[in-house]
């Protein structure tokens, strides 16, 4: 469910013609409704209405512009981030810092000092090497982090290979069968409180069974951590849960059917839960809004050639990733296209053979749930400015990320001396 619809054949973001800010703001652009990021949190909340005092911390790496941090810091959501950047534009968006989780499988010790300093929630280790890092650090500064090991259940999440992350195989956390030793060794070092476990498998995750099985398998190692001695007061969950992409297959479980599942596995767990949500909070609440420069015959199919690139929303030509392409303004007619981007590799291509709302040159065209990895993975590939982005609240709408000018690339670029 999001508020991009159609009044009187225009698509609007809430109240507001997409025509209009692309008029006054140019496109490429990702416009974000604010109404769709509120109504996420209050199903994922509703969700886990059965769960005690669950932690929400949004995964920042989805979408970490401000004003998205900033709308979910009002609702109390906490975040997970991955870097001291990420740490950083939380907490500059008024996330309190006791709500902060750490993840990310190469913390320096920078990055470990900064949260330390910051008095984040918990940070999830990734090693052994890790912890002891960590406990140099903490112990340093006299401090004592709260941590817990992110394991790796070894299941394959079923998505797709390049988001996969809970194989045995996968360079992420630490296998769940050699947890009490590594809990064992962690009890041992200074500046370290291992107070909880976590689990992440993968993102986009379609179906909930191997989600249920990682759980399962958390649920049982906290029992051998308590038998061992161990205090377990969280069990972080991750994040992954799927949204609905293209409305011709199946659509992913439901935020409901994820909350009854983990109410069902973790019942008589004795911790806190905390999620790591991101796609299922802001994919639907944007979109990449373009326009066709021209429409090119093909030798087949025509090429629509639009305004954004895979360096604007790379996820199609890195994952494969379907997104939902839809005239702004359609006139009733449609054709089979392929869409392209202007940057010059074949990987360029958002959909071949598309049916899709006939455009022609001028025409704007949305491409839809793009509000997560979307603009947060833009580059500027072919000097192309990072895209903007812009944030729609009712009828009233924002530039919430400038264009960047192509002379601020210039700009941070340096001659050598001999030059
Ligand atoms: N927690 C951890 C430790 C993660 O690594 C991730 C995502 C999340 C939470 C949030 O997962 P979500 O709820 O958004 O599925 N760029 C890819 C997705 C990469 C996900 C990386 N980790 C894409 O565009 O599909």
């Known amino acids: 469910m999001n508020h991009f619809e159609f009044k009187d054949g225009v698509m609007h973001a809430e109240d507001v013609p ?5 008029a006054e703001a140019g496109t490429p652009i990702y416009v974000y409704s604010a109404a769709t990021i509120e109504r996420h949190v209050r199903v994922f909340r509703e969700a886990l209405a059965g769960v005690d005092d669950p932690l929400i911390a949004f995964a920042v790496k989805s979408n970490p512009n401000a004003a998205v941090l900033a709308t979910l810091a009002r ?44 008095g984040i929630g918990q940070f999830n280790l990734e090693s052994l090497e890790e912890a002891e890092t960590l406990s140099e650090v903490a112990s340093a500064r006299g401090v004592t ?40 060794r962690v009890a041992t070092l200074p500046g370290l409180d291992p107070v909880g476990v976590a689990v992440h498998i993968g993102s986009q995750l379609t179906d909930l069974a191997p989600s249920r099985a990682a759980f399962l398998r958390v649920g049982q190692l906290i029992a051998t951590l308590r038998a061992a001695g161990h205090t377990i007061l969280t069990a972080d969950l991750g994040g992954g849960l799927g ?30 839960l905390i999620f790591e949500p991101g796609r299922v909070i802001v994919g639907n609440a944007g979109i990449l809004l373009t326009r066709v420069i021209r429409v090119k015959a093909g030798k087949n199919d025509p090429f629509v050639v639009v305004d954004a690139g895979m360096n604007d929303l790379l996820r199609p030509s890195l994952y494969d990733a379907w997104h939902d392409i839809q005239a702004v303004a359609p006139q009733g007619e449609h054709f089979r296209a392929n869409i392209v981007g202007p940057i010059c590799e074949t990987g360029d291509t958002f959909a ?52 960047q000018p192509i002379e601020a690339l210039i700009a941070a670029d340096r001659l050598p001396p001999w030059l």
Do not use: C
């Open 75 to 118: 609702l109390g959501l906490g975040a997970d981030v991955v870097s001291g950047g990420e740490l950083r534009r939380a907490l500059a968006a008024g996330i309190p810092a006791e709500k902060i989780v750490f993840s990310g499988v190469g913390k320096t010790a920078e990055e470990m000092a900064l949260g330390l300093d910051e």
């Open 243 to 272: 949204v609905p992409y293209n409305p011709a297959v199946p659509a992913p479980p439901t935020p409901a059917a994820y909350g009854a599942m983990v109410q069902d596995v973790t019942a008589g767990w004795n911790v806190r």
């Open 145 to 184: 982090a709260r941590v817990a090991f992110r394991v790796n259940p070894d299941v394959d999440a079923g998505t797709h290979s390049k988001i996969s992350t809970g194989r045995a195989d996968d360079k992420f956390g630490i296998a769940i069968d050699r947890a009490p030793d590594a809990y064992a």
């Open 352 to 403: 071949r053979t598309r049916e899709m709302d006939q455009v022609v040159a001028g025409d704007l065209v949305a491409f839809m749930t793009a509000g997560a990895y979307g603009a947060t993975m833009a580059n500027t590939y072919n000097s192309r400015g990072l895209v903007p982005e812009a944030m729609v609240s009712e009828d009233r709408w924002a530039i919430v990320r400038d264009r």
């Open 18 to 22: 997409l025509p209009q800010i692309a």
